[in-house]
DNA sequence: TAGATTGTTAATCGATTAACAATC
DNA sequence: TAGATTGTTAATCGATTAACAATC
């Protein structure tokens, strides 16, 4: 397995792939080639073989992949095999949208908590997590040690709780909030999740659409 | 303004810019070069220049740019002042958090109703938005027509509501599910949400940082 | 075996960066 | 005016696609 420099073009075309042949492996596929899922997604096939030949050869001539060995192989380079554990910082209608319907398995991730500063919450269970009060962070951390935070609070908290996960140690924060995080550690991995970006790329084509009929 | 075959990067770069120059007019400062708005975005001056330059002159040599300005173009470039209407198709945790917490009028969008089809939330007003049942979607629209449908619904529904939207004439769909909505009609902008593959390439990163110490 | 399809090398295409004349 | 900075052209870099020998 070739390690380092794998363009991020690359890794965002992994969980496309991933999911794919989830769903396959569900549908009782047995193999696919890279002629065929691309056909299914939208990319060549050429990409694909060379996209996957950075982690190495899991295919085999005149057949194609095994859909549950690419599956597994895709799903160790993700690293969901790695069982990462994970709590919610921000208990409102998006984190509370991520405990009741988000399939943390899915991404091989546990889900240890919840937590929020509105006493009326606290210690209330939903869908099997419990929701701790904020200050209690620090402390359940020693006890149920996490790599993840995800960052669900209103904007005007976002930094304050960002650098409370530093001080933790993550290793990754799912940032939800607008807010720029500002964190300059390199050893932990921000994900923006920036809606407002992602819907003014929509407007822009919207609006293209309607000047070039 | 030149037209056309503007590339993907280049407008998904946009809104970052159109996020950072409405910080900077907040803040009244009033002309940025793309020398310092590339430092602050981690962006070559000259790719800033390139990008901009897709759209027309925005700038003055010597000086920069005037930071209002640039601002009213990147929107109108974008769509804001095209003063869209969108509904939300389904009232759960996820449509919630967007009524309460999302800033629409920032893409410049006005939220004319969400709709549901659970009973006790029909006719509830959130942050000034009614829920409405779903059935009276296309009533709805006949006498308030919209042109983006934003869809929070569960999994299940999400083809089916889709559908509905397509029917409708929408322009745009801002898709939170993880159905593939299976669209084809070209006149209609899907723009994904993929919750799931942001969260594996941050597994990702972060299962490759162990690896790399 | 013959047909299919991989992994990989080379060729092409597109996007980013550098350079600079134009000019405020 | 002189210094700064644009818009744009050319050079570089990287990513995608095509081609094909290897081989199941």
Redesign the pocket.
Known sequence: MKQRSI????IE?LPRYYSYVTMLERAKVER??????GESLG???????????CF??????????SVRDLRRELGHILGVDRQYSAVIIGTGNLGLALIQHFQFEYSGLRLLASFDKREQLIGRTISGVTVLHSRELESFAQKHPFQLGILTVPEDSAVTMANRLVKLKVQGIWNFTNAELGITDPDIIVENVHLADSLLTLSYRMAQREQNP
Do not use: E, M, W
């Not at 696919?32 to 899922?37: Q, V, W």
């Not at 190495?56 to 992949?65: E, K, L, R």
């Open positions: 363009s991020n073009a690359v075309r696919i080639s890279s002629k065929t899922l990319i060549t096939p050429s990409q694909i073989r060379q996209d996957l030949s190495g050869a899991f295919g085999q001539q005149g057949y194609g992949y």
